[in-house]
């Protein structure tokens, strides 16, 4: 895992710069689950972008996000690892809990 993405423990506690989802995936991670972070848009901004403080830095991380090529598998790594902070896949911390409640709901419902 490129050592810019929080492991799942990393993403429980404040993040910091160093705990980015910013895609710049090291050389070595090309041929893991995480190959895919090479691609992202994120990989030319800095990695605080996407750790944003307010509802504006919200936005306009989710605008780069808007056209990445990677971001399905962006938002479904984020969901899949339980990583609460920061903008993945173009969703907030807030909308990817309401995926995950909407997805338990419809788990249980059948
Ligand atoms: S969807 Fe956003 S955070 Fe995820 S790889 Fe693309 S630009 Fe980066």
Do not use: K
């Given at each position: 895992m490129p050592l810019h993405f929080p492991s799942r423990d990393a993403s429980r506690r404040t993040p910091s710069v160093a705990d980015t989802p910013v895609s710049v995936a090291r050389p070595?991670?090309?041929?893991?689950?995480?190959?895919?972070?090479?691609?992202?848009?994120?990989?030319?901004?800095?990695?605080?972008?996407?750790f944003p403080s307010d509802g504006v830095g919200v936005d306009r991380a989710r605008k780069i996000c808007t056209d990445c090529p990677v971001?399905?598998?962006?938002?479904e790594y984020?969901?899949?690892?339980?990583?609460?902070?920061?903008?993945?896949?173009?969703?907030?911390?807030r909308e990817r809990r309401r995926i995950l409640k909407r997805r338990r709901v419809a788990a249980t419902a059948g």
């Open positions: 070595s991670d090309e041929d893991s689950t995480t190959a895919w972070m090479s691609a992202g848009n994120c990989r030319n901004y800095p990695p605080a972008v996407f971001a399905d598998q962006c938002l984020a969901l899949d690892q339980r990583i609460e902070h920061g903008v993945w896949g173009g969703c907030s911390e």
